[in-house]
């Protein structure tokens, strides 16, 4: 029989019981359960064990709860303030400048990479005439990969981009640094014909990701309201993908009518007229194309091939671990430490090298590569020896949170066995952690034979 009544809830007097703790027993199969999130769990209730028996247990999973990630956040911070700007980009007719990092951009862009790598042969014969003319150098070879180790007080190096205008450019800028846009008002004009100008600019320097996401946020806001003069920048800027969008819109039945009595209308381009009456007249055959959509490359793909070789020509720092050096980006280092930022800021080594140590400890060769992980892309895998070493890095070190010490922690919890305890214990030692070192001990104890 069913029911006509109806039930309410005042939700400021009712109270929420917490189940009791069912000593991670799984619960039973079950049909037309439900699932709520609430805060860092989810609750399993309702439900029948089979089809006649309701039931009235309730489970909660326990999220692992972890703080996160916040490599896009510190490299957007390091866009906002411009600190350690070592280029300026000279844009447009109007020269208009705009600062940034040599690391990040080539390491984003290979279109704005080849233009920087002109710059500076530029630069570089600019500065081999100053000597050949004056007498005197101005520069020294640093015998590492070539480079060129600038004076401290060296001054910004100047990118000419002709093709792009300062607004947009500097919504690309954001894009590279946090590998996301801020989107404008939605449908407003003026918004839409600059997120218009960031996807030229995006088609331009090859930049499918941003391509994308422009896409997205323009497609979205095509209206009636705003379509014509969409539709007309988009053959102006002969963007044919965009300009397909809004005669497909202005040539649906429920649009035709209204857009064609805009006043709008009237001030089109001839062409683009013709264009509309005869897609409406004989709409084309659409065709669905096979070839997979090209999402380009995410800024932590980028940064992992960066430090992985893609970025070793732009370094301009040596980090020095038992006397071995090991090239790197201070920007990215500034950006991710707190430690590095102070330094780079106020005690900048005069022979650009800096010694690395975690407190009185000096890490491994391989936990030093993993800390460079994380700080280029935010990687928290590692072998577990790595995990005792770095367990301080965070606070020493000065990153944005303490992710990498819980992941160490969990490592180190999860992965001592009898293949790598001997490792494990070596690094115990080193690093004083005695918790650890008993546990290695217990467990070489007991698997000796193994061991």
């Not at 929420?16 to 037309?32: C, E, T, V, W």
């Not at 609750?43 to 909660?60: C, H, K, Q």
């Not at 290979?110 to 005439?129: G, M, V």
């Not at 819980?406 to 180190?412: D, R």
Request: glycine content about 4%.
């Amino acid at each position: 029989k069913k029911s006509r009544h109806v039930f309410g809830l005042d939700f400021s007097i009712t109270t929420i019981k917490q189940p009791p703790p069912a000593d991670s027993r799984l619960p039973s199969g079950r049909l037309f359960h439900a699932a709520a999130v609430i805060s860092d769990a989810m609750y399993i209730f309702g439900g029948t064990v089979d089809n006649n028996i309701r039931s009235g247990e309730m489970y909660r999973f326990q999220f692992s709860c972890y703080p996160k990630c916040t490599l896009h956040e510190d490299y957007g911070r390091l866009w906002e303030n411009r600190q350690f700007s070592d280029l300026e980009f000279v844009l447009g007719e109007k020269e208009e400048r705009v600062r940034g990092h040599t690391a990040i951009v080539t390491a984003r862009c290979k279109w704005l990479k080849k233009k920087i790598i002109q710059a500076r042969e530029r630069l570089k014969q600019k500065s081999k005439q100053d000597i050949e003319d004056e007498g005197h150098a101005t520069c020294q070879k640093d015998g590492i990969g070539g480079n060129v180790k600038l004076c401290r007080l060296q001054p910004l190096l100047e990118v000419p981009i002709r093709e792009a205008e300062a607004q947009p450019f500097e919504v690309l800028m954001q894009f590279l640094y946090t590998d996301k846009i801020k989107y404008p008002r939605k449908g407003h004009v003026q918004d839409v014909l600059l997120i218009m100008d960031v996807y030229k600019l995006a088609l331009n320097f090859k930049l499918s990701r941003l391509e994308q996401l422009c896409l997205q946020y323009i497609e979205a806001s095509v209206d009636l309201q705003n379509v014509l003069i969409v539709c007309e920048n988009a053959n102006k800027l002969q963007l044919d993908q965009l300009k397909e969008h809004c005669l497909n819109f202005v040539v649906k039945e429920s649009h035709f009518n209204q857009v064609i009595m805009m006043k709008e209308f009237e001030h089109l381009s001839s062409s683009l007229i013709v264009e509309i009456v005869r897609r409406k007249q004989q709409p084309p055959v659409r065709t669905h194309s096979d070839q997979p959509l090209d999402i380009g490359t995410s800024l932590i793909q980028d940064m992992k091939a960066y430090l992985e070789g893609a970025g070793t020509e732009f370094c301009d720092i040596i980090l020095l671990l038992d006397g071995h050096p090991r090239p790197a980006h201070k920007a990215i280092l500034a950006a991710r430490s707190s430690y590095f930022e102070a330094m780079f800021r106020s005690f900048m080594p005069e022979d650009g090298q800096v010694n690395i140590s975690i407190g009185e400890m000096v890490p491994s060769k391989q936990a030093f590569e993993s800390m460079l992980r994380y700080i280029y892309y935010g990687e928290v895998n590692m072998p577990p020896e790595d995990s005792l070493y770095l367990f301080a890095a965070p606070y020493y070190y000065g990153f944005s949170n303490n992710r990498l010490q819980a992941y160490c922690k969990q490592n180190l919890e999860m992965n001592v066995t009898v293949e790598n305890v001997l490792q494990i214990l070596e690094a115990a030692d080193k690093t004083q952690a005695l918790d650890m070192k008993r546990h290695c001990l217990h467990i070489i104890v007991h698997q000796f034979t193994k061991v």
